[in-house]
C-alpha cells in the first residue's frame, strides 16, 4: 500500500480562498489534480498484523468507509481549515449531523434548551425525539436572552440554535446565548446553515458546536445530501466518532468528492447570492404588494446591529409577508417564471417557500403564529440567475399577485 500525501502544510496562513481550493488535498501516487474519488466500502492490508493494528489503533490506515474514508477525509478537513474547528466529521445528511450532535453526547435524564424557531425537522428531534428517550427539553424564544436564562435547569446539557433563524430570518446573538450557557455548564450546538459558513463563524463567537447541512450551500447545486459536524478534537474524537462509527449516518464518498468540489466555488456564489439578496430586499421594501420584509442585512431590520456583529452580509436569503394572505401569495408563486417553488434552499436556482402549507405545516396555527409564519409569508433562496431577471420575474409576479 502506498500512502496518500498530504499537500497542505503551510495551510494555516491559507485564506479562506486558497483552503477552500487546496485545502485538506490528499493525493494520490498519481499526482491527480482533482481531488480523487475513492468509491470503496472497505480496504485490504498486507498482512494479519496489519489488520490488528489497525484495528487497535496502533497503525494509521483506513479500515471501512463508515468510520473513515479518504474522500470523506477531504471534505471534513477542508471544511475543517474554514470553519477554524479542530475536527469535523462528515454525515449522510444534515439531520443526521444534528441528531448525532446531539445524542453523541446526550442520556436519559440530561435537558435541552432550545429556540423554537428551527428547521422543521430539528424541532422535531428537540421537542418530540429527545423526550422519548428521558432528555426533556423546553422551548425559548431564541432572541430573549432572559428566556434562556429561565429555562436553565440543573441539569441542562445543551442549549441549540440556528441564526438566522427559518423561515423569518431572525438572529439569536451567538456571544450572549454562549456566554449564558458557559455561565451555566452547557454545551451551545449551533445550525449555521442560513448563515453558511462564509459569513458568521460560531466558534469565534463562543459556540461549542456547529453543524450544517452541506446540502444547502456548501454542495450549492442541488445534487446530493450531507452533513457535517464540527467542534473540539476531544468531542469529536471521543464522543462523536463513536457514534457515528457504530450508528452509521455516513456520508456516501461520492457525495463528499460533490461537496469537495462545492467548497471551492463557495465564496464566488455565496457573495454573489447575498448581493441579489440585499437587491431583492430593497426591491421588495419599495412594493406596495409587500407587507412586511424580513432581511438581517437591511438598515431598518430592528436587529441590523446583531447583524452586524456576528455576520458579514446580511445573508442569502430574503423573507417577506405579501398583501391578501394566502390566496395572493398562491397567486404570486404561481406567476414566477424563473423562480421555482421549492421546499429546498441555497441552490444556483432561487427558490421560493409559502412555509405555512409545506415546511411548516406539521405545526399547529398557534406554534406558527408563535414563530411569525402567516399566510402571506413567503421565504425566498436566492440563486446565481442574472439580478435584473430576478427582479423582473419578481416585479411581474407581484403584479400577478393583485388581481
Ligand atoms: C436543510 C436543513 C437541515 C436539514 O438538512 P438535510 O441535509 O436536509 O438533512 C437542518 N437545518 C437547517 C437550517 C436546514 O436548512
Redesign the pocket.
Known sequence: MVALEEQDRRAEDWRSGTTLVHGGCLRSPFGETSEALFLNSGFVYETAEEAEARFKGEAEGYVYSRYANPTVSMFEQRICALEGAEAARGTA????A?TAAMLCQLQAGDHVVSARAL?G??RYVVEDLLPRFGVESTLVDGRDIAAWRAAVRPNTKLFFF?TPT?PTLELVDIQAVSELAHETGAQVVI?N??ATPMLQKPLALGADIVVY?A??HIDGQGRC???VVLGAEDFVEEKLHDFLKHTGPAMSPFNAWVLLKGLETLPLRVERQCASAAMVADFLAERPEVHKVYFPGRKENHQHAIAGRQMTAGGPLVSFDIAGGKAAAFRFLNALQIVKISNN?GDTKSLVTHPATTTHQRLDEQARAELGISDALMRLSLGLEDISDLLGDIDQALSASRI
Open positions: 445528511s444534515g439531520m443526521a444534528v428547521f425537522s430539528c440556528e427559518n445550525d446553515v442560513f447541512s446540502t444547502k445530501l450531507g452533513g434552499l
